[in-house]
């Protein structure tokens, strides 16, 4: 991606009103914005819901126009993709996924998201960065998000957006906390919108054992950040500043995708399936699995445990070394591991070469895996297990199983999956986090999670009466 250089010279910060080094005039920093955008448009996609981008829209104006820029031309996008996420590009450019949002409780919390973002574009933060690192001679640096430790083959590390972000460091975090709360009360919505959100993140970062490619991987600890955000709060309250709109915010975030779309595969519990593709899978039972845009991932918790399901290019040419058999060892070697033993089997009516290798895998160190590469109509796919040497014999059974399980789905099956919507339930005498969730179905979402959804601690359980967000099977 091409990027607009400029000469070193002195700008005013528009917040703080001191003279400061910077490489980019606003000029530039509008057509980086400018060129980021459609790139993350192309990536990443936009929620197709009209009325929703129009709501959000409008909730970022009116903290725009009491920001430190308000000239700028601000603009708010929802993307779609399911993490927990919220970032800005220099000139006004604003983003929230639609994963964030079943995570907001109420509309002063959406405020204090994009307040937040705001106040990195008005701060100039990342201009500030970009500065740091032209000056240190590191240039622009690509984040990858991923999971960490999960890079059994050569490219799974990259796996997820490859799009340029600066990462700012908790100096600009904080700063924009304090600015999300600052703007948002300038625009009449309740201060603690910045710190209940923070609260709730940091249940997510704790429920979490790391690896979701979300706000977490590009921010600091935001546990560590409510307790500066909560007198900053405290300072900006005021009796015009009281707007929360709870049932509005609910409104509008009604029938919302949660989780993966079907069009790309979808994740019930430790189940795969991908209408489109026509094949399932199921991991084992009580192991944590995440779809990517490159592979499905899936970790035993509190292990250096892994399964991954991807697919592997066939090489091309003539017969000779194109059996399946070939493809596989092939594969393997390329990514750096040698065959130990392998065998060709039927898996479910597919063609399968089932093998046992030995290698490294990035942020584990000496593995053993089993891996299996199928035949499924013109693609082959890879699924695989591996784990530390001395702990292999440990899983070999459970990831055999996995492997075992792979399989095609017929049409009914497939015309069968339905993505997971954002719905609402009032809570009755009796009712647990636990029984709400049993009763929506174990494969969508767990008690934990229904509970900090809703902006509760894990160990608080819902009040009778209280409107609360739940997720169910929909169309």
């Not at 927990?84 to 959406?110: H, K, Q, W």
């Amino acid at each position: 991606m091409a990027l607009l250089l400029a000469t070193t010279a002195c700008a005013t910060n528009p917040v703080t009103g001191k003279s400061q080094m910077s490489l980019l005039s606003e000029a530039e920093e509008l057509a980086i914005g400018q060129q980021q955008d459609l790139e993350i448009r192309r990536e990443m996609g936009v929620y197709d819901d009209p009325r929703l981008q129009a709501y959000v829209t409008e909730v970022g104006q009116d903290l725009a126009r009491v920001s430190h820029r308000p000239s700028l031309p601000w603009t708010f996008t929802i993307v779609d993709s399911p993490a927990i996420n919220a970032f800005a590009l220099p000139g006004g450019y604003i983003y929230v996924t639609r994963g964030i949002l079943a995570y907001l409780d109420d509309e002063s919390e959406l405020a204090g998201v994009l307040g937040h973002e705001i106040g990195h574009v008005t701060a100039r933060h990342a201009a500030q960065a970009y500065t740091r690192q032209a000056q240190a001679s590191l240039g622009l640096t690509v984040l990858s998000i991923f999971v960490p430790g999960m890079q059994p083959f050569t490219e799974l590390g990259s796996a997820g957006l490859g799009v340029l972000f600066l990462k700012n460091d908790r100096a600009a975090e904080l700063e924009a906390d304090r600015l999300g709360v600052e703007y948002g009360s300038g625009a009449g919505w309740d201060p603690t919108g910045v710190p209940r959100f923070l609260a709730t993140l940091a249940r997510v970062d704790a429920l979490s054992e790391g690896g979701v490619p979300n706000w977490l991987s590009t921010h600091p600890a935001p546990e560590s950040r409510v307790g500066r955000a909560e007198p900053v709060a405290g300072k900006f309250a005021s009796t015009n500043a009281t707007k929360k709109n709870r049932d509005v915010y609910l409104d509008r975030i009604a029938g919302l995708l949660h989780g993966d779309d079907p069009k790309d595969g979808i994740v019930r519990g430790n189940v795969f399936l991908h209408p489109s593709l026509r094949l399932g899978l199921t991991f084992p039972d009580g192991w944590e699995v995440m779809n990517s845009p490159a592979a499905v991932m899936a970790r035993e918790p509190g292990t250096e445990h892994y399964m991954v399901l991807q697919e592997v290019e066939r090489p091309r040419g003539g017969a000779g070394g194109n059996s399946l058999g070939d493809v596989a060892v092939a594969a393997m070697r390329q990514s750096g591991y040698s065959v130990v033993e392998g065998r060709f089997e039927q898996i479910n009516g597919q063609d399968a070469h089932v093998g046992l290798y030995r290698g490294t895998a990035k942020g584990t160190g000496k593995v053993l895996m089993r891996a299996a590469h199928i035949a499924m109509g013109r693609q082959t796919y890879a699924v695989a297990g591996f784990a530390p040497e001395a702990e292999f014999n440990l899983v070999d059974r459970e990831v055999l199983s996995a492997i075992q399980s792979f399989r095609t789905l017929t049409p009914a099956e497939a015309s069968r999956v339905r993505p997971n919507r954002v719905d609402f339930y009032v809570v009755r005498p009796g009712d647990s986090w636990q029984s709400i969730a049993v009763r929506q179905g174990k494969n969508i979402v767990n008690a934990a999670t229904l509970a900090i959804m809703n902006d509760h601690e894990v160990s608080a359980q819902p009040t009778t009466g209280e409107r609360i967000k739940i997720i169910v099977e929909g169309v």
